[in-house]
């Protein structure tokens, strides 16, 4: 068996699809696109544990598997169940029993919330296979909802989106607001800790439960009018991100008239025709695929207690930056060019 290896989008805006629900539960919604190339699993070895790949079919998606498959091809066979808006809970069930893998993989919120349902209805019947969650939003926070799980983080700490964004700002950045839901208090205050190891203030805005375009806007303009902060923090929350028009109404109606820059999640939002996003520090899908290849090999040689394994965060990051907005609002340094991975113009 190999040893361990080195590593080389709530709604429709964002084609990752990986923030169609919340993390309390609910109908997710899967985002089927057509892959470049043909899903073709490689043939299958007699005697071969099988790992079965769970995910949409959007390229993203399919990069990860790409590396994921070259690595553990070896080892496992494989099984890849592409999972399409009308996918049901017994679909994926029915797939389960049939395949009976060794482990499963499961990408994006959707799948997550199918594999729930699979593992609660399943929950006298004996033992569900291990699972790593990948390209998901808020695993932490998602991962007590399952049975013997574990994965990698998608949200790259917002710290390291923070410092990427200083190291090619001319403005200071001391002061970062965020807004965020009751839901994902413990993820903010995780964050809070992070950034003052940087000497970096995260300056927080608890919503409603339930909130409007107008009272998401109101809490933005406290941020930027009372508080004075340097930059804005968008997290990979649906809620916050619900349609174009929820955008223009929030978001877009308090930063047209600012010079802060707005620090996203996913790169989906950084799009120079239609600006939005100013950052996005994001897990290099190539290096992910290898990530969760070598958890899959961790897994197998601990006995595949999942539940025991610590949720990674991603090892390899890319920097996404809108060159026009950042130097139009606080200005590039000489070097930018330098610390960006790649530039939106």
Avoid at 19 to 35: H, L, Y
Avoid at 119 to 132: E, K, L, M, Y
Avoid at 190 to 195: N, P, S, T, V
Avoid at 218 to 245: C, F, P, T, Y
């Amino acid at each position: 068996m190999s040893g361990r290896l080195a590593p080389t989008t709530a709604c429709a805006l964002l084609s990752l699809s990986l923030f169609s629900c919340t993390t309390t539960g609910g109908g997710g919604e899967n985002v089927a696109v057509a892959p470049a190339q043909p899903i073709v699993d490689p043939a299958p070895r007699p005697g071969a544990p099988v790992v079965l790949i769970a995910m949409p079919s959007s390229s993203e998606f399919v990069d990860v598997r790409r590396t994921l498959v070259a690595e553990i091809r070896k080892n496992f066979n494989v099984s890849t169940y592409v999972v399409a808006p009308s996918t049901s809970s017994k679909d994926f069930g029915d797939v389960l029993a049939k395949v009976a893998p060794k482990c499963v993989v499961v990408m994006n919120n959707g799948t997550v919330n199918l594999l729930r349902e699979v593992q609660h209805a399943r929950a006298s019947a004996g033992p569900v296979p291990p699972t790593v969650v990948v390209m998901s939003s808020f695993l932490e926070e998602l991962r007590p909802t399952l049975t013997n799980a574990t994965g990698i983080a998608y949200e790259v700490p917002g710290v390291t989106a923070f410092i990427n964004l200083r190291s090619i700002s001319r403005a200071p950045l001391k002061r970062v607001g965020v807004v965020y839901r009751p839901l994902f208090r413990s993820f903010i205050e995780r964050q809070e800790r992070l950034a003052a190891r940087e000497q970096i203030e995260l300056v927080k805005t608890e919503l409603p439960k339930d909130f409007s375009a107008d009272q998401l806007r109101a809490a933005l303009q406290g941020l930027l009018v009372d508080k004075h902060v340097d930059a804005l923090w968008m997290l990979n929350d649906n809620g916050l991100i619900r349609s174009r028009e929820f955008l223009d109404q929030s978001w877009r109606a308090v930063l047209r008239d600012t010079r802060v820059p707005l620090i996203v999640g996913v790169p989906n939002l950084i799009d120079a025709q239609s600006p939005l996003g100013s950052i996005a520090v994001v897990p290099d899908h190539d290096a992910l695929g290898l990530q969760t290849a070598n958890l899959i090999f961790d897994l197998s040689s601990e006995g595949w207690q999942a539940q025991t394994h610590d949720v990674e965060l991603p090892l390899s990051v890319k920097t996404v930056v809108d060159v026009k907005q950042v130097s139009g609002t606080v200005g590039l340094k000489d070097d930018a060019l330098r610390h960006i991975d790649k530039a939106v113009e």
